[in-house]
């Protein structure tokens, strides 16, 4: 059986991934969000949940359930929980994306990972696709964010690096006819 095409879709910050990620599925691509497979792990890992416990005690659970929002104030502030954090999650994203990946049977599989390039995540991929928006769209979806993107690669050498770039500051429709045309592109390879 041949292994699908795999797509990595990144971007900045409220640039609109999870709306381009939609596109590709009502496409026809087999897709994955890797902030929801966070999400899963916070629900569902149980060794994640005693090293949380471990490292921030119980002010990070709420009913028994982890809380993102308390972990993002702690990380968020301090780099160096940030950094644990990102330790402890990486590599359990990493082995989740890889084995979905493996179970595909689509002829293209597209990844939504927020932090492609800072994890060095781009060499797993065959194609990366960048989704870009102007400072002021984004700042308008999800208010402040450029005290969170300091330590993001800049969106230039993202868009340098991607196989396809779209910048999103227009309609869903024009959203997804671009992912239309890379689906159109991609099925040629």
Request: proline share 3%; hydrophobic share 45%; aromatic share 6%.
């Amino acid at each position: 059986m041949r292994r699908p095409l795999a797509v990595a879709l990144t971007g900045g910050i409220a640039a609109g991934k999870t709306e381009a990620l939609q596109a590709f599925a009502r496409h026809g691509a087999a897709v994955i969000s890797t902030d929801e497979v966070v999400h899963r792990l916070y629900r569902e890992d149980n060794e994640l949940q005693k090293t949380l416990r471990a490292r921030w005690g119980e002010r990070v659970f709420r009913e028994g359930a982890v809380d993102r929002k308390e972990i993002g104030r702690i990380v968020f502030s301090d780099r160096a929980e940030l950094a644990w954090l990102e330790s402890e999650l990486h590599p359990r994203v990493r082995a989740a994306t890889d084995a979905w990946l493996a179970e595909q049977t689509a002829e293209i599989a597209v990844a939504e990972i927020p932090l492609l390039y800072e994890t060095g995540g781009e060499a797993r991929f065959d194609r990366v696709v960048v989704v870009t928006a102007p400072p002021e769209v984004r700042q308008a979806r999800r208010g402040a964010v450029a005290e969170r993107e300091d330590r993001l690669v800049p969106e230039e050498e993202k868009l340098r690096r991607a196989d396809f770039t779209y910048v999103n500051d227009g309609s869903l429709e024009e959203l997804d006819s671009f992912v239309a045309g890379v689906l159109e592109e991609l099925r040629r390879l």
